[in-house]
């Protein structure tokens, strides 16, 4: 939803209707992920994509037909060999699409306190009706300490309101089920729970030209990108247009003092030992997702005898990835900044960094626990 914001506010400013399809599930390969979407307005314009041009052309009908009649719709596509190059995904897996018509101007207020919330970077959940026995697009908007909107009856919306909050504090998008009233272990409503929690950081330390183009693909893929170097001179926000912070400090104190999670990646392209040293030992001590760090081999042997000196134990110093990147044979800061993405990504799915030709079997990989 969050690469939608710009055109959903814009036709809600101009009062245009429009239908949203989510991707509400997923079995077997298939192009995008469960939250996917897809906008579609009363002019025709269209936004997002819910299956990377597979489908696009029949959901774009569904969608207009749902603007039409006002009725949630839930379309499900797959593949057989006869319809390969129809209407179905060429991937060979299944995909459901609901498509919820936005006309009414009560529906339009309630998704665009959402976005409002999505976009000021609070954690917020919406659960929604896919089928079952409850109105289909019935949905119910889910925060840390408050709820809005309903799924029909008071116990569905106090079970799926408990479900969503435990989704949401994990950044996990969803299907839950439940009996008509919210009893648990039943299957007679379905609901799709969509988590918004904030973007995941990057931090970037060293501002250098490899910094600027690892920052700007760093907000391609959606994190909130924070660039910190302590010389004041270069640490400006004209060389880091694109960064979402530029820190002047120095890089282990302000390590120390900004919130780090799990979802957090590092990237240390200083290669300087009084920046590197007590930066790293820092980083080692937080839960990051991925601590990269730049330099040659002589550097990085350098660099880990000067941290075991500093106490760093053998199974802290397994976690750096250094020298930083996949050996795509880079040589320019933006080819450098590929290949360090190129890693954050394969550290994220587990995936082997090997050309998918040479591999069989599936091309998406299932998430790394705890990732």
Do not use: N
């Not at 006309?103 to 976009?119: F, Q, Y």
Request: net charge negative.
């Amino acid at each position: 939803m969050r690469e939608l914001l710009s055109d959903l506010r814009d036709w809600h400013t101009a009062g245009t209707p429009f239908a949203l399809a989510t991707v509400v599930a997923v079995r077997g390969s298939a192009p995008r992920a469960p939250g996917a979407v897809m906008a579609v307005s009363a002019t025709g314009a269209v936004a997002g994509s819910v299956s990377g041009g597979c489908v696009e052309s029949d959901v774009y009908e569904v969608a207009a037909e749902a603007l039409s009649t006002g009725r949630t719709l839930l379309r499900t596509y797959g593949i057989s060999d006869d319809e390969a190059f129809g209407v179905g995904l060429t991937c060979g897996g299944t995909i459901e699409v609901l498509v919820r018509p936005y006309v009414e101007e009560s529906d339009r207020a309630a998704l665009r306190e959402l976005l409002g919330t999505i976009a000021a970077g609070e954690p917020v959940a919406l659960a929604t009706v896919v089928s079952g026995a409850a109105p289909a697009g019935a949905h119910r908007t889910v925060l840390a300490g408050r709820a809005a909107g309903s799924l029909g009856d008071e116990g569905l919306d106090a079970a799926a309101t408990d479900d969503a909050r435990g989704l949401l504090a994990q950044g996990v998008t969803g299907t839950t089920r439940y009996g008509a009233h919210g009893e648990r272990r039943m299957q007679d409503v379905t609901v799709f729970v969509q988590a918004y929690a904030p973007a995941p950081r990057m931090l970037v330390f060293g501002a250098i030209d490899h910094a600027a183009a690892t920052a700007r693909i760093g907000s391609f893929l959606g994190y909130r990108v924070t660039v910190c170097d302590a010389r004041p001179v270069f640490a400006t926000r004209e060389r880091f247009p694109t960064a979402d912070e530029v820190v002047c400090a120095w890089p282990h104190t302000y390590l120390e003092s900004t919130p780090v999670d799990a979802r957090t990646v590092i990237c240390v392209l200083t290669h300087d030992p009084k920046f590197d040293v007590p930066l790293l030992a820092a980083a080692l001590r937080t839960p990051a997702a991925y601590i990269g760090v730049m330099g040659s081999r002589r550097t990085h042997a350098d660099r880990t005898a000067r941290l075991r000196e500093a106490g760093v134990g053998e199974a802290e110093l397994a976690r750096l990835a250094s020298p930083v990147g996949l050996d795509l044979g880079a040589r320019t800061p933006e080819e450098t900044a590929v290949s360090i993405a190129a890693e954050i990504v394969q550290h994220r799915w587990g995936g082997t960094g090997r050309p998918l030709g040479e591999l069989a079997g599936a091309i998406h990989h299932a998430r790394v626990p705890g990732t």
